[in-house]
């Protein structure tokens, strides 16, 4: 048998966590990760990372998507539970989602079975934070800041012999060749990369402070949440659907500023680290596929991974192992072997 080549493009939370699946079910073969940013400069980075589908997140049936949450849940939560756990940046939190007006917003249907701890609020737990809480759920999950998941994750990677390239990637002809299989986990760049319509940013601006006394997070009403990770708070956010602007709006951070201090009146004074700005890649239903390309009369196998949406480090894990059977099923299946 010929070596097994496999491409994972994205260095992503979705790029990184396929890559070490991949490595896991194929000891022989040689994996290369290619991206054109990495770490820090990745909508990943911007995220808070806590655990918690959006209730309208879909794969493409009730079951897998509820099955890749479930998967992801408990591979954060092993990871957690480990010795590594500080080291990936993975660690438990509980909060509050609040709401003023709509009992159906403070429902997750795929926590509630799920998640050990799932309750409906008391009348005190209203009470906690400032404003006219009608509504409440609280919960214990799982957060994973990705300044540390992402190192972390990528070290393994490349202790298990894993390569990294730093490319842009413009024409899927420009790697196809050169592989068995090439996984898609490019974000939104899949967007520009070909003409997936389907595949739309939600802009989202946050503020990174230093705020240790906080150990709760809570969510209420306009997009406003407060969520600890392990040594910052990300205070949000603005969900603006369709817009491409990766740069800082100053009236945004100010409006996130005044709703967060009005929200937990002690984060005024917390020290900003960092005003950032992500574009979600929504697509409904998310795309975890295989498609077999025909360039040139070259047939390329690709397993498509991309359009997390503002739920992808949640769902990373689940999504990926998802991912990696279908890689399985189309080796398999035929191809340059
Ligand atoms: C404000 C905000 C808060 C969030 N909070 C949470 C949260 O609390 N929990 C949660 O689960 N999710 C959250 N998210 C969502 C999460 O950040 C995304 O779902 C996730 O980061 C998507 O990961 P990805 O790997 O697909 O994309 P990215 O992190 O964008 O990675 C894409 C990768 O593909 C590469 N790439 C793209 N195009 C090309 C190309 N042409 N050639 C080469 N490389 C290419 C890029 O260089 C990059 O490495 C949040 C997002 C935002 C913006
Ligand atoms: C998800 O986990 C819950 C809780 O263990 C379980 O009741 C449910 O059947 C699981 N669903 C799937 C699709 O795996
Ligand atoms: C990524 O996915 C899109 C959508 O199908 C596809 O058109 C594009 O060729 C893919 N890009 C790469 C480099 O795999």
Redesign the pocket.
Known sequence: MQDLNIAV?????????TAVELQKQFRNAKIN??????GE?????????????GTGFMGPSKDITQKWVNDSYYYWDDIRRSVEGPNAGVAEISGYLFSSEFKEIVKNHYLEKLLPIYRRTTEEELKLCKGDWKYGTFFTTV??Q?SYYLPWSTKKFLAAGGNILE????YFSDVANDYNVVVN??????K??CSDNQLVP?????IKVKAPWIKTFFYGNYDTYI?PGLDSV?L???RQYESYDKSVNKYDGLSIKERCEEFVPSLRGAEVIAH??????HRTPVRVEKEVLNLNGNKVNIVH????????????PGTSLYAVGLVKEMLMGNCKL
């Open positions: 493009l994205g260095a992503g939370v979705i790029g990184i966590t990760v290619i991206a054109d940013k990495f400069d990745t909508t990943s980075a911007v995220a808070a990372g806590i655990f918690r589908p957060v994973t990705n490319k842009k990637v413009n986990c490019t974000g939104l760049g899949a520009a990369l939600i802009r989202g601006q946050v969520l990300t949000g956010g603005t950032k700005v992500g574009l979600r890649p991974n991309y359009g997390h949406g503002g739920y992808g480090v949640t769902t990373a």
